[in-house]
């Protein structure tokens, strides 16, 4: 069964950064996208970021690019959302997702109805 366990989040102020990590676990065949996710209250999950388990093909919502950068290490089966220049409007339940596809050298989908594992979700908070 695959599993993710997120970690990292919590409050800045803007400008500053915080990093976030999820641990996956779970598959054994290791071709998957992972994404980041985020939603706030009252509005629609968006995606963030999202990348390729094997060829780390990336993509990224503009809102973020150039801000947030997503990597992963494969060694530990962790997947990573490094967010700088954090804006309040960044405020939002965090979350990773997956899901497995033989497809890796174009980027992950974008829609999360076609991620089908999720992790708890963790708390970014940015203040004025």
């Known amino acids: 069964q695959v599993q993710l366990v997120e970690s990292g989040g919590g409050s800045v102020q803007a400008g500053g950064s915080l990093g976030l990590s999820c641990v996956v676990s779970g598959y054994t065949d290791r071709r998957y996208c992972a994404g980041w996710f985020r939603q706030a209250p009252g509005q629609k999950r968006e995606a963030v970021a999202a990348i390729t388990s094997v060829r780390d093909v990336t993509y990224y919502a503009d809102s973020v690019k150039g801000r947030f950068t997503i990597s992963q290490d494969s060694a530990e089966n962790t997947l990573h959302l490094q967010m700088n220049s954090l804006k309040p409007e960044d405020t939002a339940m965090y979350y990773c997702?997956?899901?497995?596809?033989?497809?890796?050298?174009?980027?992950?989908?974008?829609?999360?109805?076609?991620?089908?594992?999720w992790g708890q979700g963790t708390q970014v908070t940015v203040s004025s």
């Open positions: 997702a997956t899901y497995w596809t033989t497809i890796q050298s174009r980027a992950c989908s974008a829609d999360a109805s076609v991620y089908n594992f």
